[in-house]
């Protein structure tokens, strides 16, 4: 970590999430949850530090990020790899955004790979080329290919909310051992209370916070929808 600014410059960064983006990406060497609550409130800063500090998706802010044309079209093209179609119906809100995201998806013509071949690929790769694949065609997998998913607990989460869209039980026992994956799931799937993940979700202190405050404190539910926009009873 480099030389942090005295407490008060601090505080006045902590206003603008944009602001509290480039100086996290300045000056810190790793994930800060209280400074990661600021920057997702905003969605282009969460977009670029999806891309430039994680270099992965960053679920817990999506439902920020999709309903900003903009962000979710760059989003799209840097961390899903074509299709988003759970912020489609954002992104056709500005033509212009959708033009170009009509662009991404044609630009990504795919072809599932071979079994054999799935096979000698290292489990992240083989993971992101069928959830891609999946969100290419738009619909589930065989069940061959979902074998070779739900143990990967963050792609078994993406595709359950992305592809499948409710459920997928035999995946959970996997999804239920990553924090992220778990809360995300909890939040988006379940849409109330996980008490089997709620240990492992407990780890690291962003994802607990934005569990607790949208599935447990119904006191801070209204603050917590006014950053994410999220219902929850699932009506977005």
């Known amino acids: 970590m480099k030389n942090r600014l005295p407490k008060e410059v601090e505080d006045t960064i902590k206003q603008d999430p944009i602001k509290t983006y480039y100086y996290v990406i300045s000056t810190f060497d790793k994930r800060d949850p209280e400074w990661e609550w600021i920057i997702m409130k905003d969605p282009y800063a969460a977009v670029q530090y999806a891309i430039t500090m994680l270099q992965d998706r960053w679920l817990i802010a999506e439902p920020i990020i999709m309903k900003d044309p903009s962000a979710a079209c760059e989003y799209a093209e840097g961390m899903m790899g074509g299709r ?5 119906k954002y ?27 799935l096979l000698k690929m290292n ?33 078994a989460c993406r595709y359950a909310i992305d592809i499948i869209g409710k459920r997928w039980k035999e995946a959970e026992p996997y999804i239920m051992k990553d924090e992220v994956a778990a809360c995300a799931y ?11 993940a709620e240990p492992v979700i407990r780890k690291h202190k962003l994802t607990w916070m934005i569990y607790h ?24």
């Open 84 to 88: 988003w179609p759970k912020a489609e």
């Open 91 to 117: 992104i056709r809100q500005n033509a212009f955004v959708w033009e170009k995201y009509e662009e991404i998806i044609r630009g990504k013509k795919m072809k599932i790979k071979s079994v054999d071949k």
């Open 123 to 155: 489990e992240l790769e083989r993971v992101n080329h069928l959830y891609h694949y999946a969100l290419y065609i738009g619909k589930r997998l065989d069940p061959i290919y979902e074998e070779m998913i739900k143990s990967n607990p963050l792609g």
């Open 186 to 196: 909890a939040i988006n799937i379940i849409k109330k209370r996980w008490p089997e």
């Open 213 to 236: 405050n949208v599935l447990i404190d119904t006191s801070k539910k209204k603050e917590i929808q006014e950053i994410l926009q999220f219902n929850l009873k699932g009506k977005s």
